[in-house]
T-cell receptor, first 117, second 109 residues
Framework: GAVVSQHPSRVICKSGTSVKIECRSLDFQATTMFWYRQFPKKSLMLMAT?????????EQGVEKDKFLINHASLTLSTLTVTSAHPEDSSFYIC?????????????FGPGTRLTVT | RKEVEQDPGPFNVPEGATVAFNCTYSNSASQSFFWYRQDCRKEPKLLMSVYSSGNEDGRFTAQLNRASQYISLLIRDSKLSDSATYLC??????????FGGGTRVLVKP
């Protein structure tokens, strides 16, 4: 099946620093990728939809200047958490839609656990 | 009201028993429905899509009731490995998926 990777899988950073998370589709091209955040014992919340070659679409309440998304190629999207604070500590998961696949199919990456101290 | 609501559980299930749980959704224009499984500290994985006529995949049976706006998942002959959180996922127009909060299932020997 389709594979999506994320890097890093775990990161600990100090408050005020920025962290970049990569999401790659390994064996398919993804014009659309999605970034989710999941707090402990909570559901996945969509943060933004990343479109290759254009600006990301952010969900209501998600600050686009704080969560910078770049989708520069058909296989890579990055999420940068700028000036991270402890409340940004969460599990960040990306998913990618195979442009050749069914419209509803999304393949999830293994997630990145961010801890801000 | 949340777009997709689930009983968080946990449902404590004896091994070999049957367990069923529902998920309700608020958007009547929802088009596609799925059950995902998420293990602790892992990404969600697609368990099965839910079709209008209901569908079965081995020990798992999914049903959709559009009139009452809910979907259900039934697990027969529960295995220890079925212990997980089951996420109800709904898709309206476009590619956006909306996740429920998940139902935690614990299968015990």
């Amino acid at each position: 099946g389709a594979v999506v990777s994320q890097h890093p899988s775990r990161v600990i950073c100090k408050s005020g620093t920025s962290v970049k998370i990569e999401c790659r589709s390994l064996d398919f091209q993804a014009t659309t990728m999605f970034w989710y955040r999941q707090f402990p014992k909570k559901s996945l919340m969509l943060m933004a939809t990343s479109n290759e070659g254009s600006k990301a679409t952010y969900e209501q309440g998600v600050e686009k200047d704080k969560f910078l998304i770049n989708h520069a190629s058909l296989t890579l999207s990055t999420l940068t958490v700028t000036s991270a604070h402890p409340e940004d500590s969460s599990f960040y998961i990306c998913s990618a839609r195979d442009q050749e696949g069914l419209p509803y199919e999304q393949y999830f990456g293994p997630g990145t656990r961010l801890t801000v101290t | 009201r949340k777009e997709v609501e689930q009983d968080p559980g946990p449902f404590n299930v004896p091994e070999g028993a049957t367990v069923a749980f529902n998920c309700t959704y608020s958007n009547s224009a929802s088009q596609s429905f799925f059950w995902y499984r998420q293990d602790c500290r892992k990404e969600p994985k697609l368990l099965m899509s839910v079709y209008s006529s209901g569908n079965e995949d081995g020990r798992f049976t999914a049903q959709l009731n559009r009139a009452s706006q809910y979907i259900s998942l039934l697990i027969r002959d529960s295995k220890l490995s079925d212990s997980a959180t089951y996420l109800c996922v709904v898709k309206a127009a476009g590619n956006k998926l909306t996740f429920g909060g998940g139902t935690r299932v614990l299968v015990k020997p």
